[in-house]
């Protein structure tokens, strides 16, 4: 009696728990199989990225736990020199929007991202407004042609969302 009481209670004792673990959201699941894994890519940088040129590096990246983020480490060899970054981006429900810590060898600390990051259609698209040497910057950076090998990032910025010029188009190709 004593046997199956226990084995009941360790059936209930894990039915609970599974019931209220939190389940990743649709976003987040469409992101981590989009880019899950490793890749190496190679960067342009157009004459208006102030730093015209070629680039060559890495991307992973990882399922958080649960599934309810995911985690990218990036480096690189850039016209500016070797740049690595770490974030962690996760879907926040109540806004509607992913939302990102970034952490990067080019600033002095990590930045919680102010950036509107959703999916439109296919295509990963972070929108963002900032400040640089004292005059603000307008941002679009678009994850796009999505595949299970290949993707590719364009990172547009302008003084205006109306005068964005590419500053880096990233193309990744999958390694693992």
């Given at each position: 009696m004593r046997i199956a009481l226990t084995l009941l209670l360790l059936v209930l004792a894990t039915a609970v728990a599974q019931a209220a673990a939190p389940k990743p959201a649709r976003e987040m699941k469409k992101a981590i199989d989009a880019f899950e894994g490793s890749w190496?890519?190679?960067e342009e940088y157009p004459e208006s990225a102030g730093a015209a040129g070629k680039g060559r590096g890495t991307e992973i990246w990882t399922a958080g736990p649960g599934n309810m983020s995911l985690i990218y480490d990036y480096a690189s060899d850039t016209p500016r020199g070797r740049v690595t970054a770490h974030a962690v981006l996760w879907w926040d429900a109540r806004a509607k929007t992913f939302r990102e810590l970034w952490c990067t060898?080019?600033?002095p600390a990590c930045t919680l991202s102010p950036a509107i990051i959703r999916w439109d259609g296919d295509d990963l698209v972070f929108t963002?407004?900032?400040e640089r040497n004292g005059k603000r910057?307008?941002?679009r950076?678009?994850?796009s042609g999505?595949?299970?090998d290949a993707h590719t990032m364009t990172i547009s910025q302008g003084p205006t969302a109306s005068t964005?010029?590419?500053?880096?188009i990233s193309h990744a190709t999958r390694t693992k």
């Open positions: 190496t890519i190679e060898s080019s600033a963002e407004t900032f910057v307008a941002s950076e678009v994850w999505i595949a299970k964005l010029k590419p500053w880096l």
